[in-house]
T-cell receptor, first 111, second 111 residues
Framework: EDQVTQSPEALRLQEGESSSLNCSYTVSGLRGLFWYRQDPGKGPEFLFTLYSAGEEKEKERLKATLTKKESFLHITAPKPEDSATYLCAVIYGGATNKLIFGTGTLLAVQP | DGGITQSPKYLFRKEGQNVTLSCEQNLNHDAMYWYRQDPGQGLRLIYYSQIVNDFQKGDIAEGYSVSREKKESFPLTVTSAQKNPTAFYLC??????????FGPGTRLTVL
């Protein structure tokens, strides 16, 4: 079955404590992997798109990487304002625009 | 500013009532989508449209209907046939096969 799994479900970090979030996928013909940030009660905010294994993207304290089976979102020296739910989604296969979303990782960064 | 707007932000429905959620975008995107988000679950696709006057059912289309008469607009109607409509509804748009951009969401509650 085509699916996207994110781990851990929740993560609590101290300010400045770096860590990584994981997104593993089992789909055929990956066309793109997307990372989003979602704050409570708001729509997801687009962060990154990764298209092929080995690709990396960076934005401030966030760095996303992609392998053939998974993606990591590395958070370096996080701040409390980085607290949010981080969602991963993939688009794959033939002529379709459909995304499959993971259930997200809830990140809490304590001062 | 380009973006996606959804209205209303909060909506209350009585049993047996149909309600319509608005979604407008000025990003000139061809594709538009409706998702439902429930606590502890990933985003689930209700309907999507890749072009004006055409739309397809997503994974959970029962009890919902849509129209796409204009490129900018993709309203969602939650009908009385939807037995558990209380959820957070998100609209998104994209250039074909690329990252989706989300609106701020509508929270629907059944009284």
């Amino acid at each position: 079955e085509d699916q996207v799994t994110q781990s851990p479900e929740a993560l609590r970090l101290q300010e400045g404590e770096s860590s990584s979030l994981n997104c593993s996928y089992t789909v055929s013909g990956l066309r793109g992997l997307f990372w989003y940030r979602q704050d409570p009660g708001k729509g997801p905010e687009f962060l990154f798109t990764l298209y092929s294994a080995g690709e990396e993207k960076e934005k401030e304290r966030l760095k996303a990487t992609l392998t053939k089976k998974e993606s990591f979102l590395h958070i370096t020296a996080p701040k409390p304002e980085d607290s949010a739910t981080y969602l991963c989604a993939v688009i794959y296969g033939g002529a379709t625009n459909k995304l499959i979303f993971g259930t997200g990782t809830l990140l809490a960064v304590q001062p | 500013d380009g973006g996606i707007t959804q209205s209303p932000k909060y909506l209350f429905r009585k049993e047996g009532q149909n309600v319509t959620l608005s979604c407008e975008q000025n990003l000139n995107h061809d594709a538009m989508y409706w998702y439902r988000q429930d606590p502890g679950q990933g985003l689930r696709l209700i309907y999507y449209s890749q072009i004006v006057n055409d739309f397809q059912k997503g994974d959970i289309a029962e009890g919902y209907s849509v129209s796409r008469e204009k490129k900018e607009s993709f309203p969602l109607t939650v009908t009385s046939a939807q037995k558990n409509p209380t959820a957070f509804y998100l609209c998104a748009s994209s250039v074909t096969y690329n990252e989706q951009f989300f609106g701020p969401g509508t929270r629907l509650t059944v009284l």
